[in-house]
């Protein structure tokens, strides 16, 4: 299978979601955590999927009436897995917002996606923004 270089892959991912999403995509960053990595398609389209999804969410709802934001992305491989991060500085859940309670149709995707990896999927607790986990093979 043909070998994807992440770091690129994520940057271009970002970019396009900022396009589409908003009106000015230069007040919004990506911190990239990585070593460098490729990737197997088999795995790099439910991750980037899963990544797409988790942007597009931060974009819309957790910067939702705000005209900056940062997302932190990070994979390492450690002993044959792999730990994805994925933290904004975003509103975060609430009580009107609680990621458990209130299951919309992109977590369901994003669950898919993870499954997909074979991984275990986490929300952390942060004070600000918020924080997954995906740990996969």
Known sequence: ??????????EKLFNDCLKSLVNEP?????????DYLELPVDKMIPL?????????NSILHGFH?????????SLRL???KYLLTYKDNGVGFNDQNNFERDQHFGHF????F??????????KTCREGVHFEL???
């Open 48 to 56: 980037g999927l899963l990544i797409n999804e988790w942007i597009t």
């Open 65 to 73: 009436g705000r005209n900056h934001g940062a997302i932190y992305l």
């Open 135 to 137: 740990e996969f093979e």
């Open 1 to 10: 299978l043909a070998l994807i270089n992440v770091a690129n892959y994520w």
């Open 26 to 34: 230069a007040n919004f960053k990506l911190n990239l955590d990585l």
């Open 114 to 123: 993870a499954e997909q990896l074979d991984g275990s999927l986490q929300k």
């Open 78 to 80: 450690t002993d044959g």
């Open 109 to 112: 995707l994003i669950d898919g």
